[in-house]
């Protein structure tokens, strides 16, 4: 078939290269336009643009995709379906309307769990102990079109949301690229979504990211993880933001009050509403990532100071 691949960040990479790689026709892609990035804001092709480029494909960066020159740049390209991983872009019906076999997206979830923005940071700050990938084809309400494939994916107990989707991006591919065979060749029938079941992962905000110690130990830890590396967990201290790294369950009978830094010679503790965390690694403004040892000895941190 010939397609248009949309897609914005790293995470679909996988899915475009499988696409190239394989007997359809990627005529174009569709990306968001190139935007400051780094610490010299820099103007930057998005990675899926970068990659289009070094394989000679045209690259569409409208600002909306319901741009007039956009829907008639695409309608003279004629694409039979256009696969979608991660475009971060709003599609009005008119442009659903142009491909004759739609806009068929990979989302990293096992619909109807995990409409949304975020699926894989939700299944990981809920706990989920397993996950997955769904294709479906685009309609107006989100992420609710009918589904043609899923797979399955173990979320383990130290997995952050960017160590877990990366695995999902990787066989997500896969399963995106038997989706559009199967389109091809009409062995697929798309099943609508069960009524049951919906739940929803809206995009997580820095101040959502912030680590709430008076919460469990077990729930400090998976928002954490949830939020690593994006938009990446903090706490407050001593008036400024410290960046977090993963937690884990620290082995010790000393009780300390949520948010109580303990300072130990080998491992920092902050005490939860449960069990205390011992920090991996922290970040603070203006500094490098450091163990949270190295950097509670060069803080001086003392007796009774608290993570807020």
């Not at 309609?139 to 043609?148: E, I, S």
Request: charged fraction near 25%; aromatic fraction near 4%; charge should be neutral.
């Amino acid at each position: 078939m010939r397609l248009v691949f949309a897609g914005t960040p790293e995470v679909a990479l996988p899915s475009l290269r499988a696409l190239i790689a394989s007997g359809h026709e990627v005529a174009a892609v569709v990306t968001r336009p190139d935007a400051p990035a780094g610490r010299g804001r820099q103007v930057l092709r998005s990675p899926v643009g970068a990659l289009a480029d070094e394989h000679g494909i045209e690259v569409l960066t409208p600002v909306k995709a319901s741009d007039k020159d956009f829907q008639a740049r695409l309608r003279e390209i004629a694409p039979d379906c256009c696969p979608v991983v991660a475009y971060g872009g709003l599609l009005p019906q008119s442009a659903l309307d142009i491909p004759p076999h739609g806009w068929v997206n990979l989302h990293f979830s096992l619909l109807p769990a995990w409409r949304g923005a975020a699926p894989v940071q939700a299944a990981v700050w809920h706990g989920d102990e397993i996950t997955g990938a769904s294709t479906f084809r685009i309609v107006k309400a989100l992420d609710a079109g009918p589904v043609f494939g899923v797979l399955t994916e173990p979320v383990r107990p130290t997995d952050t949301a960017g160590e877990l989707l990366e695995r999902l991006a990787a066989a997500g591919a896969g399963l995106l690229l038997s989706t559009v065979d199967g389109i091809a060749d009409g062995s697929l029938t798309p099943v609508e979504q069960p009524a049951d079941g919906v739940s929803h992962a809206p995009k997580i905000s820095v101040d959502d990211a912030r680590a709430d110690f008076s919460r469990p130990g077990q729930a400090v830890d998976r928002r954490i993880r949830a939020v690593t590396p994006e938009p990446g967990a903090w706490a407050g201290f001593r008036g400024e933001r410290l960046k977090l790294g993963p937690v884990t369950r620290a082995e010790s009978d000393i009780e300390l009050q949520a948010g109580e830094i303990l300072v130990e010679r080998k491992r920092v503790l902050v005490g939860t509403a449960t069990w205390p965390v011992s920090l991996g690694e922290v970040q603070a403004q203006g500094k490098k990532r450091m163990r949270a040892p190295d950097w509670a000895r060069g803080s001086r941190v003392e007796a009774g100071e608290r993570l807020t």
